[in-house]
C-alpha cells in the first residue's frame, strides 16, 4: 500500500472522528440549552402562578389601590323615622331638600363662578371662591336650599354651560305643625339628620335606620364603565315613633302658658298634662320669655331639667305618709300651736297668731306650715325621708331625657331639726316638675305609682305598630289613704286656697304651692324683693281614665302672686279644654264652681281638634338636573320617602283634674304658701 495513501486514509479517521465529537458536543449544548430555557420558562410561569395565588404584600397593596380608583362608592341614604302623636299626627318628619355641589377640579374661574353665585346662595363671594379653588373633585356649596334658590342655580347653570355644578337630594328634618309645638320635647336634628336634642337625640339610633350603597367601576372622568362590576347594598329605613302626646291638647297648651306668661310678665313657665292610671304624658309644654321679647317654647326641656323648692305642694306628700302610717285621720282633731320654736329658729304661720285647733284636712286647705310640722314631728325623719323616696324625689323619673336632672334631697344623715321641718312643707329639697306631677298621680291611682313615658310605641316601614313595654307600678300608700288625701285635697279646691282651679262638671283635687327663690349666696332676699315660683299640682279624681297636671310658673313680677292666685288659674283653663279635647264625661254629682263663673263657662266650648290646627305643608322639591353623591363626602343627609301615619292607639282620655291650693302661711326665715 501506498504509504501516503495510508495516512491520507489514517487523517481522514481522525478528522471523522474528530467531527463526530464536535457534533456530540454541539448536541449537548443544544439539549442543555433547551433544559435551561424550559426552566426558566417553567420558573416564571409558577412564579406568576404564585403571584396569583399569594401576591406578596407590597403588590397585594398595589392592586387593591389600582382596583379602588377604578371603583366608585355611591351612599343610599337611609330615610329616618318620623314622630307621630298618639292619635297618627305627624310631629316630625323629613321632605326632601336640594343640595348645591361642585367639582372644583373643573372650574377655571374660581373667582367669577363665585360672583355669579354668591347673591343666589346668600354667601360671601371669597368663601365660595375659596371652596372652588380647592381643587377636590367634591364640595358642598349650599346645603338644603328651598326650591326657589335651587331653580336659580340651575337656571345660571344651564346659561353658563357649568357641567362642574350639579345638585344631590337630600333630606331636611321638617315639623308640620310648625318649628316651636313641642320644641322641647321632640328636640332638633343637625344638617346631616342627626338628633341633637330631645327625643330626636334620645332614640337616634331608633329613628336613624342604615344606610346602603352603591358599589361600580369607574372609568376616565369618572365614568361607569359599561359592564363593569356594580353591587348595591340596599338602605334599611329608620323606624318611627308613636308618642303618648295629643297634638291638639300640645298645642292649646302653649298657647295658654304663652299669653299667662305675658300677662305676668313671668320668666317662663311649665305645665305637665299626664293620664296617672298609665303614666302617659299627654301634654308637655315649656316657655321661656326674654326681656322685651315675647313668650317663647323653651328648647329646653325645663319640665323634667330644670328644678324648684316645690313649697306647700309637698305638704300632700308629708300627710301621706301620716295618713299611711296610722298617725292620723282626715278629721282628727289637734291643737297647732302659733309659733313653734327651736334653739335656731322660730316656725310660724303669717297671719296668725294664736294656737288653735285643726284637723289634717283644714291644714292643708289653708295650706298652714306649723300644722304640718306638727304632724310630720310625729311621722320622724326616718319615715318622712322613707316616703320622699318612695315618691321618687331626689331620683331620676324612667324617661331617661337627655339632661333630666334628679333634683335634691339630702340623705338622712344630713337632715338636722330645721331641715327636717322645712322640707315637711317643701323647702330645702329641689324637685322637677315631672317629678312632683308623678309624685300626685301615686295619690291619684289609688296609692300606686305608675312609670311616666312619653312613647307608646314603634312603627316600622311595614306600618305595623309595636308597643313599648310598659313596667310595673310600685306601690306609694295604701288605696286607703290615698283616697283620704283625694277627699283632702278635693276640700282644698272646694273651699280654700285652689278655688280657682275648679273646673265645670268635673270634682278637683289639687294643692297650691308659692315659695321663694333661694339667691345663689343663700337666703331669700328682702320682703319686696324676693323672687317667687307659684304652682298648682291637681287631678280629676272621679275620671277614668285619669287626667292629672302641674303648672310652674318662674319668676311672676308682681310679688303678690300665688299658686292660688296665679297657677290654679291656669289648671283650670288647660283642664276645662282638655275634658272636652278627651271626650271625658262630666262628673253626675260635681258641684257647680262658685268663685269663677264668669272665667269658667259651664256652656260646652268649641274643640279645637288637632285637624283644625296649622298645618305647614312640606315644600315641593325642586325640580333640577341631580347627581348622586359620592361616598367620599361623609355628611350625605338622610333620604326621605313617604311615610304612612301609624294606626293611632286607643285614645286614653285623661280624667282627674287637680286644683292648686295658694298656701298662705309662712315661717320667720322661709315661705312656703
Known amino acids: 500500500m501506498n504509504p ?51 401576591p406578596s404584600p407590597k403588590l397585594q397593596e398595589a392592586n387593591e389601590e389600582a382596583r379602588a380608583q377604578r371603583l366608585a362608592e355611591v351612599k343610599i341614604p337611609a330615610e329616618r323615622g318620623s314622630i307621630f302623636d298618639r292619635n297618627g299626627v305627624e310631629l316630625a318628619m323629613s321632605v326632601p331638600a336640594t343640595t348645591i355641589i361642585a367639582d372644583a377640579r373643573a372650574v377655571a374661574d374660581p373667582a ?22 380647592s381643587g377636590k373633585w367634591f364640595v358642598y356649596l349650599a346645603r338644603q336650599v328651598d326650591a326657589a334658590t335651587a331653580a336659580q342655580v340651575e337656571a345660571l347653570r344651564v346659561a353658563q354651560k357649568w357641567d362642574f355644578i350639579s345638585t344631590v337630594d337630600e ?20 344638617i346631616d339628620g342627626n338628633g341633637v336634642s330631645g327625643l330626636e337625640k334620645q332614640y337616634q339610633d331608633t329613628l336613624d335606620g342604615t344606610d346602603g350603597e352603591v358599589v361600580s367601576e369607574r372609568g376616565t372622568r369618572n365614568r361607569t ?6 353591587q348595591v347594598f340596599a338602605a334599611t329605613p329608620g323606624t318611627s315613633l308613636v308618642l303618648s302626646i295629643d297634638r291638639g291638647l300640645q298645642y292649646e297648651t302653649e298657647k295658654i302658658l304663652k299669653r299667662v306668661v305675658d300677662e305676668q310678665q313671668a ?35 325645663r319640665a323634667v331639667t330644670s328644678t324648684f323648692e316645690p313649697g306647700s305642694i309637698n305638704k300632700t306628700l308629708t300627710f301621706s305618709g301620716v295618713l299611711n302610717d296610722g298617725l292620723a285621720t282626715p278629721d282628727q282633731e289637734r291643737l297647732i300651736s302659733a309659733r313653734i320654736g327651736s334653739y335656731e329658729m322660730d316656725f310660724t304661720d303669717e297671719g296668725r297668731s294664736a294656737d288653735q285647733v285643726m284637723t289634717p284636712t283644714e291644714i292643708l286647705r289653708v295650706s298652714s306650715n306649723n300644722g304640718t310640722v306638727t304632724w310630720a314631728q310625729d311621722l320622724g325623719k326616718e319615715r318622712l325621708w322613707s316616703y320622699f323616696d318612695k315618691f321618687g324625689l331626689g331620683k331620676k ?63 316600622g316601614a311595614g306600618g305595623v305598630f309595636v308597643p313599648a313595654p310598659v313596667a310595673a307600678g310600685t306601690r306609694v ?24 282651679a275648679q273646673v265645670a262638671g268635673y270634682t278637683v283635687a289639687g294643692k297650691t304651692g308659692t315659695a321663694w327663690k333661694a339667691l345663689e349666696g343663700g337666703g331669700y332676699g328682702y320682703p319686696g324683693a324676693r323672687k317667687l315660683v307659684v304652682s298648682f299640682v291637681g287631678y280629676l279624681p272621679n275620671a277614668d281614665p285619669g287626667l292629672s297636671m302641674i303648672v310652674v310658673i318662674d319668676e311672676p313680677a308682681n310679688q303678690n302672686a ?75 343627609a338622610k333620604a326621605t320617602t313617604t311615610t304612612t301615619a301609624p294606626k293611632a292607639p286607643t285614645t286614653i282620655a285623661p280624667t282627674s283634674t287637680v286644683k292648686a291650693t295658694t298656701t298662705t302661711v309662712r315661717s320667720t326665715t322661709t315661705v312656703a304658701p
Not at 320644641?183 to 332638633?188: E, I, K, Q, Y
Not at 320668666?267 to 326681656?291: C, F, H, P, Q, W
Not at 278635693?490 to 280654700?496: K, L, P, Q
Not at 274643640?607 to 296649622?614: F, H, Q
Open 267 to 301: 320668666k317662663g313657665a311649665s305645665v305637665v298634662v299626664m293620664n296617672y292610671r298609665t303614666g302617659e304624658i299627654l301634654a308637655n309644654a315649656n316657655v321661656v320669655r326674654d326681656d322685651g321679647a315675647p313668650a317663647r317654647e323653651s328648647a329646653d326641656n
Open 112 to 133: 367669577g363662578v363665585a360672583n355669579l353665585l354668591a347673591p343666589i346662595l346668600q354667601k360671601d363671594p371669597a368663601v365660595l371662591s375659596g371652596q372652588l379653588s
Open 397 to 459: 323619673t324612667s324617661l331617661q331625657f337627655p339632661g333630666e336632672s334628679a333634683g335634691t334631697l339630702l340623705s338622712l344623715n344630713k337632715w338636722d331639726d330645721v331641715s327636717f321641718r322645712t322640707m315637711s312643707y317643701g323647702l330645702g329639697l329641689s324637685v322637677t316638675p315631672m317629678q312632683m306631677l308623678s309624685a300626685y298621680n301615686a295619690i291619684a291611682n289609688n296609692g300606686v305609682r305608675v312609670p311616666e313615658r312619653y312613647v307608646l310605641g314603634t312603627q
Open 225 to 230: 364603565i359599561p359592564g363593569g362590576q356594580q
Open 562 to 636: 300665688s299658686g292660688g292666685s296665679t297657677a290654679a288659674p291656669v289648671f283650670s283653663e288647660i283642664a276645662s279644654f282638655a275634658v272636652r279635647q278627651l271626650r271625658l264625661p262630666p262628673d253626675a254629682d260635681a258641684a257647680t264652681p262658685t268663685s269663677n263663673k264668669e272665667r269658667v263657662r259651664s256652656q260646652p266650648q268649641k274643640v279645637e281638634s288637632a285637624a283644625a290646627l296649622p298645618v305647614l305643608g312640606p315644600p315641593a322639591p325642586a325640580s333640577t338636573t341631580t347627581t348622586t353623591a359620592p361616598k367620599a363626602t361623609t355628611t350625605t
Open 4 to 54: 501516503r495513501h495510508h495516512a491520507s486514509l489514517k487523517d481522514r479517521r481522525a478528522a471523522a472522528r474528530t467531527r463526530r465529537a464536535h457534533s456530540g458536543r454541539a448536541r449537548g449544548r443544544f439539549a442543555a440549552l433547551w433544559v435551561l430555557t424550559f426552566v426558566g420558562f417553567a420558573a416564571l410561569i409558577f412564579r406568576a402562578a404564585s403571584l396569583q395565588i399569594a
Open 477 to 500: 300608700v295604701s288605696d286607703s289613704s290615698a283616697a283620704g288625701m283625694t277627699q283632702m285635697l278635693s276640700t282644698v279646691v272646694a273651699d280654700g286656697t285652689g278655688k280657682k
Open 171 to 190: 333630606a331636611r328634618r321638617f315639623n308640620p305643625s310648625g318649628n316651636e309645638l313641642a320644641l322641647s320635647l321632640l328636640g332638633r336634628t343637625d
